[in-house]
């Protein structure tokens, strides 16, 4: 019956995470077409600076998370309110500090711009973006206890079906009023609607909480060091347009920006089976020892490599001319930059597993890790950017995923969440890299022959990429086959 609830679950995050993606994906396509692509890497440059004022959010609601499992698994409902209301009081400080130093900010917006800019509006679409972020930790509570109570359906829902109303009616106002001020205001709306329903749902089901003065110590001992982590995520993953909106242009932003909406989409796919794993990966933590924790990792990690050298590979086959039916032939990027944005997608995929069981345990001391990460994306980048342009942007965060996330984060967790060695993560990914060597040779041998290269059509892509999945599956099944551990794992499920 847990399996049969987790594939629902599974399930209807997948639905709802295709309907949120369909209607994004119009939105920026008729955000392109009529507010023009300037604009639209205007507001992708705006999500992006916005992510270092959410820096003051410094991993809480993770820290919360872990705190919640235990508590709620005995329904300790004393602890569960000490919690809660720790976390809703630094959440309120969190709002006003984003509020006020977002709003402080609008002066220096022209500095991350290259580009002369001539709607004077940028300074109200600023500050509306500001208010919007900061209303959303108003709400932030209630999603943070819901998924730690194993109630991520619910949460799911309610965020699936207000963002795809709210995106609907954001298609309508683009063509009837080509208004970038109330597209802004609708995402206001998403929030406020979120806000109501989880508000109506905690009243009627967590009655038991009760508001205290008492504050649990041990989440802002671990804020200290997830805020590394959080600075370091920004600075690999949120510098990329800002850097290229300085020394570029916005019109560059926009278009790698549709590449990452793309990539975007894929992760979140893969995330949604691991939204879900989540909380139910935290309890197994929690009740098993570390032997039977580590086998778990392993028979999830070679799935999800699996998952990973798909979707990566099938994205470097079908990305261009998904690029080109959605948006146009201007819009399309150079081969190699494309080789580029996939290796960073593989890595981004595959690092899920890890993270997960990472939080799950509570490791959150290897702040030494972020630090290097971010020194080393940021230095590189810029570098890079100035001898090879937007190549060298995403060469710098190659070389910090492959360094710290490919490498020195697992050795880590091999040691603190295992009990393993460094000689244990050389055999494991020893093989994983293996596995992947044979797959793309075998794809590369096999899928040539099945390469189409005009595309003049939706329903053809479709069929099209079908065709791609299929086969490369098939193909990276048969591989995976050649590793015992895998051939164990079909056995279990079958």
């Known amino acids: ?44 440059l705006f999500t992006q600076l916005l992510a270092y004022l ?17 508590p709620l698994a ?26 006020i130093v977002g709003l402080l900010l609008n002066p220096i917006i022209p500095f991350f711009i290259k580009d002369k800019l001539k709607d004077v509006n940028i300074y109200l679409y600023w500050s509306l973006y500001v208010i919007n972020t900061a209303l959303s930790y108003s709400f932030a509570k209630y999603s943070v206890l819901f998924t730690a109570d194993q109630k991520f359906k619910f949460v799911r829902l309610i965020q699936g079906e207000s963002r795809i109303f709210c995106q609907i009616l954001q298609i309508i106002i683009i063509i009837k009023f080509e208004s970038f001020l109330i597209f802004i205001l609708l995402l206001i709306l998403d929030n406020i609607i979120q806000f109501i329903f989880y508000k109506i749902h905690y009243k009627k089901y967590y009655f038991n909480i009760f508001k205290t003065k008492i504050t649990d110590k041990s989440i802002t001992k671990n804020l200290k060091n997830l805020f590394w982590h959080k600075l370091a995520g920004l600075i690999v993953f949120n510098t990329d347009l800002i850097l290229i909106s300085k020394f570029i242009s916005l019109e560059v932003v926009g278009i790698y920006a549709s590449y990452q909406m793309i990539v975007q989409m894929i992760i979140t796919l893969i995330n949604i089976i691991l939204s879900v794993l989540r909380p139910k990966i935290g309890k197994f933590i929690a009740e098993n020892n570390k032997e039977e924790i580590f086998n778990c990792w392993r028979n999830l990690n070679i799935i999800f490599l699996n998952i990973s050298i798909l979707f990566s590979f099938c994205a470097y086959i079908l990305i261009d001319d998904f690029i080109k039916l959605w948006i146009g032939n201007k819009y399309i990027l150079p081969k190699q930059t494309t080789i580029l944005i996939i290796i960073n997608l593989f890595v981004q995929c ?37 001898y090879i342009g937007l190549n060298g942007v995403i060469v710098g965060t190659i070389i910090s995923n492959i360094l710290i996330i490919s490498i020195a984060r697992p050795v880590l967790v091999f040691i603190k969440c295992f009990n393993k060695d460094w000689k244990d993560y050389i055999e494991v990914y020893g093989n994983y890299l293996i596995l992947l060597i044979l797959s793309l040779f075998g794809l590369n041998l096999i899928i040539k022959s099945f390469i ?23 193909i990276i099944f048969i591989v995976f086959l050649l590793n015992k551990e895998f051939r164990n794992i079909l056995k279990k499920i079958l």
Do not use: H
């Open 74 to 99: 005995e329904k300790d409902y004393n602890q569960i309110s000490v919690i809660i209301n720790t976390i809703a009081s630094l959440y309120k400080k969190i709002s006003l500090f984003i509020l």
């Open 452 to 474: 189409i290269f005009e595309i003049n059509g939706w329903i053809e892509w479709i069929i099209y990429a079908i065709k791609i999945s299929s086969i490369s599956g098939i």
């Open 1 to 44: 019956m847990k399996r049969i609830k987790v594939i629902k679950e599974i399930l209807l995050n997948l639905i709802i995470t295709v309907g949120i993606s369909l209607s994004l994906f119009l939105v920026n396509k008729y955000f392109s077409l009529y507010l023009g692509i300037q604009n639209l890497g205007l507001m992708k």
């Open 350 to 386: 595959f690092r899920g597993v890890t993270d997960v069981f990472k939080d799950g345990s509570g490791f959150f001391d290897d702040i030494q890790l972020p630090i290097i990460e971010a020194i080393l994306n940021f230095v590189f980048s810029i570098v890079l950017l100035y």
């Open 54 to 70: 959410n820096l003051a959010e410094i991993g809480l609601s993770s820290a919360s998370t872990y705190a919640l499992y235990k």
